[in-house]
Each structure stands twice: as structure tokens, then as C-alpha cells.
């Protein structure tokens, strides 16, 4: 009997930690724009080329700027849907630019959107780096 009472005893105050974690109170925020709470991250970077759909792409590697969370939209326009989200600091493969809204955040505006491989979804170009241009990407 006094095996169990010390066995519960000290097993108890470990069952704290197989509690979960509180729901967030609010959305990530990056730039005041709210990243929706259903959506999805983006697949990042991939140097698998043997895939049918990957053997003659043309994309191109980029690092997203930043450390939050960043809406990639179905169109490239603010007021489109964001089913997916990358991530600053990460890198992800584009394939092509698109004129769009224009967007200004911190007083830089930019009316590009970058067009991710794997989710042909779109990120605004203030977020991704040098090498994500134009000139690199071609026009969608």
C-alpha cells in the first residue's frame, strides 16, 4: 500500500506536463497583415529533380526576408485568399513573377508577386530576396 502512495506521490506532479498547450490568443502578424489561422505552410526548397514535373523546371532558390510568418496568396493581390504561409529565414523555390497589386510596407511599395513551384501560390516580392527579380524569374 505505501508502494503505491509513493508512486503516485511522485509520478502526479510529472502528468503537468502531458497537458497541452493553450490555443494561441490571436494570428501571427507580419507588417500588420494577419496570416490566417487555417492556413498552410508552403513546401520549401527541394533540390529533387527527378520528379516528371521537376526534370526541365527553371525556378529559382530564394530566402524569404524576415522572421515571421508570410501570407502566400491564390492571386498575386492582397485581397485573394491565403491558403498557404512561408516563412522568414526559409527558402523556397519560385518560377515566375507577376505584376499585381501594389503593395508598400514601411514605405518601400512593390508590385510583384513571386509564384511558388509546389503551390503555384503568391508572395508579395518585398518579402523575398535579391534574387527572386524579374530579370531572374521571367514573367508568369
Known amino acids: ?8 506521490a511522485s509520478i502526479l506532479p510529472f502528468s503537468i506536463f502531458a497537458m497541452p498547450n493553450p490555443a494561441p490568443a490571436a494570428s501571427p502578424t507580419v507588417d500588420e497583415t494577419v496570416v490566417a489561422v487555417e492556413a498552410v505552410e508552403a513546401v520549401g526548397y527541394s533540390e529533387k529533380r527527378d520528379e516528371p514535373s521537376k526534370l526541365f523546371a527553371r525556378d529559382r532558390v530564394c530566402r524569404i526576408n524576415g522572421s515571421g510568418r508570410v501570407n502566400c496568396r491564390s492571386c498575386p493581390s492582397t485581397s485573394c485568399s491565403a491558403p498557404y504561409y ?40 518585398y518579402y523575398t530576396d535579391s534574387g527572386c527579380t524579374v530579370a531572374n524569374l521571367g514573367r508568369c
Open 1 to 8: 500500500m505505501k508502494l503505491i502512495q509513493f508512486l503516485i
Open 86 to 125: 512561408v516563412v522568414g529565414g526559409s527558402s523556397y523555390n519560385f518560377d515566375c513573377a507577376a505584376a499585381g497589386e501594389c503593395v508598400t510596407i514601411g514605405g518601400v511599395t512593390n508590385c510583384n508577386w513571386d509564384r511558388t513551384v509546389a503551390e503555384g501560390c503568391y508572395v508579395s516580392a
